[in-house]
Protein backbone atom coordinates (compact mmCIF):
# COMPACT_ATOMS: atom_id res chain seq x y z
CA UNK A 1 0.00 0.00 0.00
CA UNK A 2 1.21 3.61 -0.82
CA UNK A 3 2.13 5.85 1.93
CA UNK A 4 0.20 9.08 1.92
CA UNK A 5 1.53 12.40 2.80
CA UNK A 6 -0.65 15.46 4.30
CA UNK A 7 0.85 18.92 4.50
CA UNK A 8 -0.21 21.15 7.34
CA UNK A 9 -1.28 23.54 5.10
CA UNK A 10 -4.11 21.03 3.58
CA UNK A 11 -5.27 20.59 6.94
CA UNK A 12 -5.52 23.82 8.30
CA UNK A 13 -8.68 24.42 6.18
CA UNK A 14 -10.62 21.42 7.23
CA UNK A 15 -13.95 21.93 9.47
CA UNK A 16 -14.62 19.45 12.13
CA UNK A 17 -18.27 19.39 14.13
CA UNK A 18 -17.11 19.86 17.76
CA UNK A 19 -19.64 19.48 20.57
CA UNK A 20 -19.75 22.47 22.47
CA UNK A 21 -18.72 21.10 26.36
CA UNK A 22 -16.23 18.16 27.07
CA UNK A 23 -18.70 16.73 29.28
CA UNK A 24 -20.58 16.15 26.00
CA UNK A 25 -17.53 14.81 24.19
CA UNK A 26 -16.63 12.57 27.05
CA UNK A 27 -20.52 11.34 27.31
CA UNK A 28 -19.80 10.68 23.35
CA UNK A 29 -16.48 8.74 23.69
CA UNK A 30 -18.37 6.68 26.60
CA UNK A 31 -21.04 5.39 24.37
CA UNK A 32 -19.27 4.51 21.59
CA UNK A 33 -16.73 2.69 23.63
CA UNK A 34 -19.57 1.12 25.48
CA UNK A 35 -20.74 -0.01 22.32
CA UNK A 36 -17.23 -1.44 21.04
CA UNK A 37 -17.38 -2.98 24.13
CA UNK A 38 -20.69 -4.87 23.71
CA UNK A 39 -20.07 -5.69 20.00
CA UNK A 40 -16.79 -7.21 21.40
CA UNK A 41 -18.96 -9.19 23.70
CA UNK A 42 -21.76 -10.46 21.45
CA UNK A 43 -18.50 -11.61 18.81
CA UNK A 44 -17.36 -13.83 21.62
CA UNK A 45 -20.77 -15.19 22.36
CA UNK A 46 -21.45 -15.62 18.81
CA UNK A 47 -17.78 -17.29 18.47
CA UNK A 48 -18.74 -19.62 21.40
CA UNK A 49 -22.38 -20.35 20.09
CA UNK A 50 -20.60 -21.63 16.62
CA UNK A 51 -18.30 -24.33 18.72
CA UNK A 52 -21.11 -25.50 20.46
CA UNK A 53 -23.01 -26.02 17.38
CA UNK A 54 -20.06 -27.47 15.12
CA UNK A 55 -19.75 -29.68 18.17
CA UNK A 56 -23.74 -30.92 18.32
CA UNK A 57 -23.16 -31.21 14.17
CA UNK A 58 -20.10 -33.83 14.58
CA UNK A 59 -22.05 -36.03 17.11
CA UNK A 60 -25.97 -35.57 15.56
CA UNK A 61 -24.31 -36.18 12.12
CA UNK A 62 -22.21 -39.00 13.18
CA UNK A 63 -25.02 -40.79 15.58
CA UNK A 64 -22.99 -40.66 18.29
CA UNK A 65 -26.05 -38.17 19.49
CA UNK A 66 -29.79 -39.15 18.88
CA UNK A 67 -32.65 -36.25 19.15
CA UNK A 68 -35.33 -37.31 21.12
CA UNK A 69 -37.62 -39.79 20.18
CA UNK A 70 -35.17 -41.55 17.41
CA UNK A 71 -34.03 -44.84 18.00
CA UNK A 72 -32.17 -47.83 15.84
CA UNK A 73 -29.00 -48.20 14.50
CA UNK A 74 -27.58 -46.01 11.67
CA UNK A 75 -26.46 -47.55 8.66
CA UNK A 76 -23.65 -46.73 6.31
CA UNK A 77 -24.26 -46.76 2.47
CA UNK A 78 -22.38 -45.97 -0.23
CA UNK A 79 -23.49 -42.93 -1.85
CA UNK A 80 -23.53 -44.47 -5.53
CA UNK A 81 -26.54 -46.54 -3.88
CA UNK A 82 -27.87 -43.42 -2.39
CA UNK A 83 -27.84 -41.05 -5.28
CA UNK A 84 -27.03 -40.68 -8.42
CA UNK A 85 -23.46 -38.44 -9.04
CA UNK A 86 -22.26 -36.58 -12.24
CA UNK A 87 -20.54 -33.78 -13.27
CA UNK A 88 -20.50 -31.41 -16.54
CA UNK A 89 -18.23 -30.05 -18.47
CA UNK A 90 -16.54 -27.07 -20.45
CA UNK A 91 -17.60 -26.22 -24.03
CA UNK A 92 -14.35 -25.12 -26.35
CA UNK A 93 -13.57 -22.06 -25.63
CA UNK A 94 -12.31 -21.00 -28.97
CA UNK A 95 -16.03 -21.53 -30.19
CA UNK A 96 -17.63 -18.04 -29.13
CA UNK A 97 -21.37 -19.13 -30.03
CA UNK A 98 -20.95 -21.40 -26.92
CA UNK A 99 -21.18 -18.67 -24.55
CA UNK A 100 -23.28 -16.03 -23.53
CA UNK A 101 -26.70 -17.47 -23.82
CA UNK A 102 -29.67 -17.48 -22.07
CA UNK A 103 -28.05 -21.40 -19.42
CA UNK A 104 -26.74 -20.14 -16.53
CA UNK A 105 -23.48 -22.22 -16.05
CA UNK A 106 -21.93 -23.24 -12.60
CA UNK A 107 -18.17 -23.40 -12.00
CA UNK A 108 -16.49 -24.59 -8.46
CA UNK A 109 -15.53 -20.59 -7.75
CA UNK A 110 -19.73 -20.44 -7.55
CA UNK A 111 -19.97 -22.47 -5.25
CA UNK A 112 -18.57 -20.10 -2.09
CA UNK A 113 -22.01 -18.82 -2.39
CA UNK A 114 -23.34 -21.40 -0.59
CA UNK A 115 -26.20 -21.08 -1.61
CA UNK A 116 -26.49 -20.76 -5.82
CA UNK A 117 -28.98 -18.01 -7.22
CA UNK A 118 -26.87 -16.30 -9.37
CA UNK A 119 -23.63 -16.72 -11.84
CA UNK A 120 -21.87 -14.74 -14.48
CA UNK A 121 -21.39 -17.44 -17.10
CA UNK A 122 -23.83 -18.74 -19.59
CA UNK A 123 -24.16 -21.05 -22.14
CA UNK A 124 -25.97 -21.25 -25.29
CA UNK A 125 -27.99 -24.20 -26.15
CA UNK A 126 -25.66 -24.80 -29.01
CA UNK A 127 -22.78 -24.92 -26.81
CA UNK A 128 -24.69 -27.19 -23.98
CA UNK A 129 -25.29 -29.73 -26.85
CA UNK A 130 -21.81 -29.83 -28.05
CA UNK A 131 -20.21 -30.17 -24.86
CA UNK A 132 -20.22 -32.33 -21.74
CA UNK A 133 -22.19 -29.49 -19.46
CA UNK A 134 -24.77 -31.59 -17.70
CA UNK A 135 -28.19 -29.88 -16.66
CA UNK A 136 -28.99 -29.54 -12.88
CA UNK A 137 -32.39 -28.89 -11.26
CA UNK A 138 -33.16 -26.13 -8.34
CA UNK A 139 -32.05 -27.86 -5.14
CA UNK A 140 -29.13 -29.96 -6.46
CA UNK A 141 -26.26 -30.42 -4.15
CA UNK A 142 -22.84 -29.33 -6.03
CA UNK A 143 -19.53 -30.10 -4.47
CA UNK A 144 -16.36 -28.63 -5.93
CA UNK A 145 -14.35 -31.98 -7.12
CA UNK A 146 -10.56 -30.09 -7.11
CA UNK A 147 -8.89 -26.99 -7.85
CA UNK A 148 -8.78 -23.95 -5.09
CA UNK A 149 -12.66 -24.55 -3.73
CA UNK A 150 -12.05 -28.36 -3.53
CA UNK A 151 -14.52 -29.69 -1.03
CA UNK A 152 -16.79 -26.97 -1.18
CA UNK A 153 -20.34 -27.42 -1.27
CA UNK A 154 -23.21 -25.44 -2.31
CA UNK A 155 -27.10 -26.00 -2.94
CA UNK A 156 -28.16 -24.62 -6.22
CA UNK A 157 -31.44 -22.87 -6.21
CA UNK A 158 -31.24 -22.23 -9.95
CA UNK A 159 -31.72 -24.60 -12.97
CA UNK A 160 -28.80 -24.38 -14.60
CA UNK A 161 -25.40 -26.34 -16.44
CA UNK A 162 -22.22 -27.75 -14.49
CA UNK A 163 -18.90 -27.74 -15.68
CA UNK A 164 -16.54 -30.70 -14.88
CA UNK A 165 -14.99 -29.48 -11.76
CA UNK A 166 -18.22 -29.55 -10.21
CA UNK A 167 -20.38 -32.84 -9.02
CA UNK A 168 -23.93 -33.01 -8.98
CA UNK A 169 -25.92 -35.11 -6.20
CA UNK A 170 -29.16 -36.14 -6.90
CA UNK A 171 -30.49 -38.43 -3.64
CA UNK A 172 -32.81 -41.89 -5.11
CA UNK A 173 -35.77 -42.22 -3.37
CA UNK A 174 -34.45 -40.53 -0.02
Known sequence: SALVHTQKWEMEGYKFSLPPTLAEQTAIA???????????????LISKKRLIKHGAMQELLTGKR????????????????????????TPSTSVS???????PWVTSS???????DEVSGRLTIEGLNNSSAKLIEKGT????????????SAIS??????????????????
Open 30 to 44: TVLSDTDALIQSLDR
Open 66 to 89: RLLGFSGEWEEKRLGDIANTFSGG
Open 97 to 103: SFYGGEI
Open 110 to 116: DLNQGAV
Open 141 to 152: LLIALYGATAGV
Open 157 to 174: KIEAAINQAVLAIVPINV
